[in-house]
T-cell receptor
């Protein structure tokens, strides 16, 4: 089974609203990363959060990590139509020794 | 830097033909990854290299798939013979270290008829 699983699978919101996506995983991790993929393009790295960190910010993005619950969330504030994309979480753990991606959340932001 | 470069961007071939996908990682990156993405299976790691050495090829579907990295600036993924179920988008990515941020190429969209 997948190490990382995103929730929800799809999210539809209006411009200006906040979007929250969640990621759960099963084993201990070294770090957790969030990526964005626009349709027909390669993945683009957004944020990396290490296991000893609880929160990181980058512009309109906020990522939290709760290692006790084995979960992370990605918050996009004041969303824009250009944020429409698929968002993936990926976990790196010593056990797997490689980055494992979840199935992604498809975000649609309507003007 | 131009980022990760992949070629070709699109490939249409007939079943049974050999397909070779190419990747040039970002200069200075030590790790290189090949992924396959389909609607049904999502993003799958096929193989990755550290310092040109294959580390984990457990994701390679079968013997029809092979990958090489003859030097730090070039890698190939070969499918021989190709089958319709190999149709997918194949991504190459590179990173400074295997646990770090990965930089993806634009992908090769493969269609096997």
């Amino acid at each position: 089974s997948q190490q990382g699983e995103e929730d929800p699978q799809a999210l539809s919101i209006q411009e200006g609203e906040n979007a929250t996506m969640n990621c759960s995983y099963k084993t201990s991790i070294n770090n957790l990363q969030w990526y964005r993929q626009n349709s027909g393009r390669g993945l683009v790295h957004l944020i990396l959060i290490r296991s000893n960190e609880r929160e990181k910010h980058s512009g309109r993005l906020r990522v939290t990590l709760d290692t006790s619950k084995k979960s992370s969330s990605l918050l996009i504030t004041a969303s824009r139509a250009a944020d429409t994309a698929s968002y993936f979480c990926a976990t790196f753990s010593g056990g797997y020794n490689k980055l494992i991606f979840g199935a992604g959340t498809r975000l649609a932001v309507h003007p | 830097d131009a980022g990760v470069i992949q070629s070709p961007r699109h490939e249409v071939t007939e079943m049974g033909q050999e397909v070779t996908l190419r990747c040039k990682p970002i200069s200075g990156h030590n790790s290189l990854f090949w992924y396959r993405q389909t609607m049904m299976r999502g993003l799958e790691l096929l193989i990755y290299f550290n310092n040109n050495v294959p580390i984990d090829d457990s994701g390679m579907p079968e013997d029809r798939f092979s990958a090489k990295m003859p030097n730090a600036s070039f890698s190939t993924l070969k499918i021989q013979p190709s089958e319709p179920r190999d149709s997918a988008v194949y991504f190459c990515a590179s990173s400074l270290a295997q646990e770090g941020t990965q930089y993806f190429g634009p992908g090769t969209r493969l269609l096997v008829l």
